[in-house]
Structure formats: C-alpha cells, structure tokens
DNA sequence: TTCCGTCAAGTCGAT
DNA sequence: ATCGACTTGACGGAA
C-alpha cells in the first residue's frame, strides 16, 4: 500500500479512456428492470476491474460511481428491481472484503439539503437513501462516507446553513455516512467549521485556492472523530478555462502544499483530475523524481 | 464506425 | 438569456 507522509492516494469512477465506468446508464425513456440490469452488472464487473487496477496502483481509497444503479432514486424505479441487485451486491461484498481499499461516494450537483424547496429536499433526501442502501449492501462499514455541498446561497448563508443543519437534526440517518466538502464559490472551510455541523469536513484544496479562509489544518481533522479524514485535491486546467474546472492533471506543486498541511497525518486522499489514473500514476512519478 | 445532439434532477456566475 | 461549471461523459440515433 502506497503511503507518502500518511497521505494515501486514489481516484474515482472510471478509467481514463471510459472504457471502464461504474457510471454506465441510458436515457430515462428507456427505463425498464432489463436495461437496468445490463447496466448495473457491467457496472459492478467494472467495479471490480477499478479495485484492481487501484491495487496495482498501490491506491488506499477509491470512489464508485453515482450511476451504479441508474435511476435508482427516480420514482419510475420500481421497489421490486432491488431485490436481484441487493443479491449481486450482497454476493460481492465477500470479495469487495479482500481488498484494501476504501470505498466512498459523492452524489451529483442535485443533492442540496439547504434548499427551501420541499421538493428538491425530498429528491436529495431520496438520493442519499439509494448511495447509503448502496454502501449499506456492499458492507462498506462507517469509513464509506458519501460526500455532499452545502449547495446554494439562496437568501444567504446564514439561512441556507440553518436549513442544512436542521435537515441534519430531523433526519439522524444522515450522520451515519454524509460529510461535507468546502466548495469553490460559497461555503469556505471556516464557513463550514463555526457552523459547527454534527458531520466531518471534507478538505478540497483546489476549492480552497479558489474560495480561501482561515482555518488550522487540526479543526478539520477533528471533525473525523475516529475516522480517517477523506480529503480532495485537482488543480487548475492550463490554457483557457471557466472558473472551477478541474484541470486534467494534478500538478506536483499543489501535491507538495497539500503535504505541508496535511503530510503526516493520516488521510486519505482523492485525486479529481480528468485523466484519472493516468493523473495519479504520473503524479507518483513526478513526486518519486524528487525522492518523496 | 464515427460523430454529435441530448440527457432527471440544482444553483450560480461568466459570457 | 444562455451556457456550462460542479465528483464523473455516456447514450443513441444519424451519417
């Protein structure tokens, strides 16, 4: 197992070429328990090939995809197509024991707690029902956290973080598995620190280049209680690009500040570039070149 | 086979 | 007003 200054390392959702996806899915017109099926086992066989590939990579963490059941949370999902899947699940959560590596999830832009429209919170809530049932199958034990925002200002923070934290409060469900994540446009991690939330803080630093604040790295580690922290690290495109894209690689620079935080703690690590393994092999390269 | 318009969902700011 | 950014581009019909 890969391990530099504590930090473990490792990627998400596919390969870099798309062939091998947790995400595969079609359009919602065609929802039927056969096109369900298809998707969700050659999901689950490229699940596997992603474990490997992480192994052999000397990765410590990895993230599955949302899709993994395509529209699991959507109200034309009958009840009755889970039966089969939490079988396939189930069967696979005795070889998911033999590997090393931990797994966690991060649900789509969709999911937002602090919104004021009943709607939208029902939606989220339903979501975050499907990735925690998901977790819960695959017997992902209290570390497979699922990874949220706080989502927008509305009328501002204030009442938005009030919203989100009485979610929190009403649905206790929630505190098993849901973290939070600084994002790059609002919530910054002192935001997200005095709003004192009863879950873990997940670190993205390139977010927090983009939108900065004062904080001691020790703040956020101890929201992790007696869990080891999930951290997120991507770097700016180069050339042109709009505000928050993530960059294809991650840059050796970004890796070394991220350790001058974080380097000797124990934290996972999970690199958000759009070359994914690529971008994690060539980062170990560059970081090896220098004798890390 | 490749290409390109489209796809469940929220929210925001850049253009 | 529209587009496209976010954790992830893949599907599906046309050429």
């Not at 979610?167 to 973290?179: A, D, I, P, S």
Request: proline share 4%; aromatic share 10%; charged share 30%.
């Amino acid at each position: 197992m890969l391990e530099i200054e504590g930090i473990r390392l490792g990627f998400f959702c596919s390969t870099q070429d798309g062939k091998v996806t947790t995400n595969r899915k079609f359009h919602l017109k065609n929802l039927t328990f056969e096109r369900v099926m298809e998707a969700f086992e050659k999901n689950l066989r490229d699940f596997e090939l992603l474990l490997d590939l992480s192994l052999s990579l000397g990765c410590g963490v990895f993230r599955l995809g949302s899709d993994m059941v395509p529209f699991a949370s959507h109200p034309n999902f009958k009840r009755e197509w889970l039966r089969p899947i939490e079988e396939a699940l189930v069967g696979f959560s005795r070889r998911l024991k033999d590997y090393p590596i931990r797994i966690t999830m991060h649900p789509g832009q969709f999911v937002v707690l602090s919104s004021p429209k009943e709607q939208v919170l029902s939606a989220s809530l339903r979501e975050l029902e499907y990735h925690f049932w998901l977790l819960d199958r695959l017997g992902v034990g209290r570390e497979g956290v699922v990874v949220v925002h706080v989502g927008g200002l509305f009328e501002g923070k204030e009442g938005a973080l009030k919203r989100f934290k009485k979610v929190l409060k009403e649905q206790g469900w929630l505190t098993e598995r849901l973290v939070v994540e600084n994002d790059e446009r609002h919530y910054t991690v002192e935001d997200l620190l005095r709003a004192e939330l009863p879950i873990p803080i997940v670190y993205d630093h390139y977010h927090h280049t983009l939108n900065p604040s004062n904080f001691q790295p020790d703040e956020v580690l101890s929201t992790w209680g007696d869990r080891v922290p999930e951290f997120h690290l991507s770097s700016k495109p180069e050339g042109r690009h709009r505000f928050g894209e993530h960059g294809e690689w991650v840059k050796r620079e970004d890796f070394l500040v991220f350790l001058r935080l974080f380097g000797g703690r124990r934290v996972d690590l999970i690199l958000e570039a759009k070359a994914k393994e690529k971008a994690l092999q060539r980062l170990l390269t560059e970081i090896k070149s220098i004798g890390l």
